[in-house]
């Protein structure tokens, strides 16, 4: 479990493919090696990835881990450069303050940074969803205004949401802009989205109370409403 707090940015300082996937090096990442251990999780850019090899010395500190194609597919990691910065945050300690929300590191889909705009010492971002597949299914119906999103694994507030643009968008202060890499991604870049878990559960657990027993479906159960209503008034 992760709070979307993130606490350095790491280096990309090399990248290993072949057909099933690659092994990533992040240097410059001393800062949050002092506790590391082999089996140990990271979050990169917001993508849950496991510790396989890590220096606390060389490098800067690194530490590699292996991506599987599935999260090459699923994030922007498969985009990343040598040279690229990281957003990197260790697995939430059970002794901390939890600041940010409840991150898994599960990386649901990628948006794109559809522009952006000053607000004095602040940046407001605008994003774009891809069209919704019946692999990858919009997230829109989990985003709201002033609710929580994961961006490259930092925990942010939503400003805006038009769900018949597939857009959203929020506003990073002038501190957060220097401790991240979403202000330095330029537009048309990708990002990783995580959604709040919550909402997940809340849609899951309302469908479920609306289909159990006999079964009713949503539609069903409106139709039903309405029925009644209209049999009222006669």
Known sequence: ?????IEHLGTVFSINRDENGCTLTISDSAAILDDCRVGDSIAVNGACLTVTEFDKVQQGGYFKTWLANETLDRTDLGDR???DQVNLERAMGAHVRF????VQA???STATILRRAGDGNSLRLWFQFPEPTASRPSLLPYLISKGYIAIDGASLTLTSVDDA????GVMLIQHTQEKITL???PDGSKVNIEVDMV???VEKSVSAALQGGGGQSLVDLIQKIVDQTLSKSR
Do not use: P
Not at 1 to 5: A, I, K
Not at 99 to 102: A, Y
């Open 1 to 5: 479990m992760f709070t979307g707090l």
């Open 81 to 83: 450069k040598v040279g």
């Open 99 to 102: 600041g940010g929300h409840f």
């Open 106 to 108: 599960h990386v649901d």
């Open 165 to 168: 643009e597939r857009t959203f």
């Open 183 to 185: 202000a330095k991604k």
């Open 199 to 201: 909402g997940k559960y």
